[in-house]
């Protein structure tokens, strides 16, 4: 029985793995376009989007809805321990991309907030910017949506190459893997 099951997951796996490079480049496609160089707000003042990539060509730009979200904060909690891999690359890799998270709160804010959550990724501040809004992670009255957008740095222009939101049982905070495998739980 138990081989039974093992084939089974094995044959379910590849199907899954076929199914995810589909979903990775629809997802590139859905999010292809070009990107304004925003002056966010940092600590020290103005920052454009273009001079938060530092050395990288690309960026993750995670879309935060701020303090108020309990969920944002639980992906940046699991955040905090791959950002480094994100920017310095895996060991053998080559793909790395400076991590940034915006969110509407202001700088004050955030830096407060990520201090007393031991977060070490940079953060700033998208307020009084049409940034959420214009790479469709807001509402209409303006409120942000969490998810990510990944930015190339391409001819001296800003483009996005792929995007996705961020929900409950989402791919992107390991804790939901756990709680799936539990009985009784809501994502099992």
Request: with cysteine; charged share 25%; proline share 5%.
């Amino acid at each position: 029985m138990e081989d039974t099951i093992a084939k089974e997951l094995e044959a379910l796996h590849l199907q899954m793995s076929e199914l995810r490079k589909k979903e990775v480049e629809l997802k590139q496609k859905w999010g292809a376009c070009e990107v304004a160089d925003y002056e966010l707000q940092g600590p020290e003042g103005a920052v454009k989007l273009s001079e938060a990539f530092g050395v990288h060509e690309l960026m993750v730009l995670v879309h935060n809805m701020g303090r108020q979200c309990p969920y944002c904060t639980l992906w940046a909690d699991g955040f905090k321990s791959l950002y480094e891999y994100i920017e310095k690359g895996v060991p053998g890799g080559k793909t790395r991309a400076a991590f940034l998270v915006v969110s509407p709160d202001a700088p004050g804010v955030q830096e407060e907030y990520a201090g007393s959550r031991g977060w070490g990724f940079r953060m700033l501040s998208a307020r009084d910017t049409s940034l959420f809004k214009d790479l469709g992670y807001a509402d209409d009255q303006g409120n942000p949506w969490p998810g990510v957008s990944i930015l190339k740095k391409e001819g001296g222009k800003l483009k996005r190459v792929a995007r996705d939101f961020f929900g409950p049982g989402d791919d992107y905070n390991s804790v939901f893997s756990f709680f799936r495998l539990m009985p009784g739980s809501p994502m099992s």
